[in-house]
């Protein structure tokens, strides 16, 4: 059966509003597990010294810094098993799948004592509370986006595909609002004590409610209307697809590095570079932030118009060009306002690759593989180079080379700008039309 005709009349049978209530019971979920990961880098300021011995912040972020990069390591695990899950027994089973394990991380962190009530213990605590949500988060990125993509008609892929780094960055934004409003009730010293503790029974909390709301959510025509059931491992089916996953590997490689230097390392850049205050650094995340989800409907639109190709262009040649100045000049900027403009005019770049990237990679895939392969080689290529962006660049620092970080992102961005310029436009070539 031809799955794009398949697709487009069950799309036109489908009410505005009835996708539109599927969507947002996907991207709640996806908001919340988004929350619970990203909880850790913005109090790890206020952690750190809960779970390792004495010693300078340097080095004490870079161990929370390590296990940060330690939870992208389940990421590709996720990717695997929650891409062949939900590519055999649906999206809604492996979304649901996904926040479970999220819950289960949040409430490790927010019961594990200190080290200094239990020594190694913490870390090692720390350490497999952050392998569940890595292998939560790994499996929801590829699900989630063949969810939005596929529910959404052709017309408007783009737009509503754009809500996973909407919610995605809405899941950033509340963490930071947490942080905020424990500032401003808590002394820093009660928040080092315990107050780091509450924004992760929030987040358990929350995952059980996303949870209900999951098991509302309709599956995707896609899905359900899929015929054949190959007896060919999942696996050998997306080795025969070699080129999408290199694309995919390429297209993230940049985009990927881009968006955590300039949203979960920018907090801590702030404060151990820059010489902001926590509050201030904070704040000036916080309303970046705001405006950056807001950016992500608008260029995901604009793409259902003029393409996928040409904003990820538009990103690779700016983010190349302006990486550098950027940082360098961020390095030395001594006002509020000049900290928050040069990362707002980052996040504007960065937002060609962030409201389309998922719908690219979905669009690249067949129906029987596409969780599959969205979600592995992402998860292969945030962990090595998203996941690692906090540590490589505090490591730099540590040396006296912290400009090296800044070419290490502009040669990542300038790498993936060669996979845009060469690959074909995903709109109009798009396997959900051509299978």
């Known amino acids: 059966?031809?799955?794009?005709?398949?697709?487009?009349?069950?799309?036109?049978?489908?009410?505005?509003?009835?996708?539109?209530?599927?969507?947002?019971?996907?991207?709640?979920?996806?908001?919340?597990?988004?929350?619970?990961?990203?909880?850790?880098?913005?109090?790890?300021?206020?952690?750190?010294?809960?779970?390792?011995?004495?010693?300078?912040?340097?080095?004490?972020?870079?161990?929370?810094?390590?296990?940060?990069?330690?939870?992208?390591?389940?990421?590709?695990?996720?990717?695997?098993?929650?891409?062949?899950?939900?590519?055999?027994?649906?999206?809604?089973?492996?979304?649901?799948?996904?926040?479970?394990?999220?819950?289960?991380?949040?409430?490790?962190?927010?019961?594990?004592?200190?080290?200094?009530?239990?020594?190694?213990?913490?870390?090692?605590?720390?350490?497999?509370?952050?392998?569940?949500?890595?292998?939560?988060?790994?499996?929801?990125?590829?699900?989630?986006?063949?969810?939005?993509?596929?529910?959404?008609?052709?017309e408007q892929r783009g737009f509503f595909s754009s809500f996973q780094y909407v919610t995605l960055i809405s899941g950033q934004l509340i963490a930071l609002a947490v942080l905020i409003v424990l500032q401003q009730s808590l002394s820093t010293e009660q928040l080092e004590s315990w107050g780091w503790r509450v924004p992760f029974l929030i987040g358990a909390l929350c995952a059980v409610v996303a949870m209900f709301l999951r098991r509302g959510m309709e599956e995707t025509d896609s899905f359900t209307k899929k015929k054949e059931k190959s007896k060919e491992s999942l696996m050998r089916t997306l080795m025969r697809h070699p080129k999408e996953l290199l694309t995919v590997v390429g297209l993230t490689m940049g985009g990927t590095?881009?968006?955590?230097?300039?949203?979960?390392?920018?907090?801590?850049?702030?404060?151990?570079?820059?010489?902001?205050?926590?509050?201030?650094?904070?704040?000036?995340?916080?309303?970046?932030?705001?405006?950056?989800?807001?950016?992500?409907?608008?260029?995901?639109?604009?793409?259902?118009?003029?393409?996928?190709?040409?904003?990820?262009?538009?990103?690779?040649?700016?983010?190349?060009?302006?990486?550098?100045?950027?940082?360098?000049?961020?390095?030395?900027?001594?006002?509020?306002?000049?900290?928050?403009?040069?990362i707002m005019a980052a996040l504007i770049i960065v937002s060609g690759y962030t409201s389309i990237n998922a719908v690219v990679k979905a669009e690249l895939f067949p129906t029987e593989i596409r969780a599959l392969g969205v979600g592995l080689p992402y998860a292969l290529t945030v962990s090595i180079f998203g996941g690692t962006a906090e540590y490589v660049a505090l490591w730099f620092k540590s040396i006296g080379m912290e400009s090296g970080f800044y070419w290490y992102v502009t040669a990542c961005i300038a790498c993936s700008l060669l996979v845009y310029v060469f690959m074909k436009d995903t709109r109009t070539h798009s396997r959900m039309n051509q299978e």
């Open 1 to 154: 059966m031809d799955n794009s005709s398949t697709l487009t009349a069950s799309a036109v049978h489908r009410t505005t509003s009835q996708r539109i209530k599927s969507i947002f019971s996907g991207s709640v979920g996806n908001l919340v597990e988004w929350y619970d990961w990203y909880v850790y880098a913005a109090f790890s300021l206020y952690f750190a010294k809960a779970f390792f011995p004495q010693g300078d912040l340097t080095a004490q972020l870079l161990n929370t810094a390590a296990i940060f990069a330690v939870g992208f390591l389940m990421r590709p695990i996720g990717g695997w098993l929650m891409g062949i899950y939900a590519d055999r027994k649906g999206r809604k089973a492996a979304l649901l799948a996904s926040v479970l394990l999220m819950c289960f991380g949040s409430l490790i962190i927010a019961l594990t004592p200190s080290y200094e009530s239990i020594g190694i213990a913490a870390p090692i605590l720390l350490v497999v509370a952050r392998l569940l949500q890595g292998l939560s988060v790994g499996g929801e990125y590829g699900t989630s986006a063949t969810y939005l993509s596929e529910m959404a008609t052709h």
């Open 257 to 342: 590095l881009a968006f955590y230097t300039y949203t979960t390392y920018m907090q801590k850049y702030l404060v151990n570079t820059v010489g902001m205050s926590k509050g201030d650094s904070t704040m000036i995340s916080a309303a970046t932030l705001f405006l950056f989800m807001l950016l992500q409907p608008i260029v995901g639109g604009l793409s259902d118009k003029i393409g996928r190709r040409p904003i990820l262009i538009a990103f690779g040649v700016l983010g190349t060009l302006f990486t550098y100045p950027i940082l360098s000049t961020l390095h030395t900027i001594e006002t509020w306002w000049g900290a928050f403009f040069l």
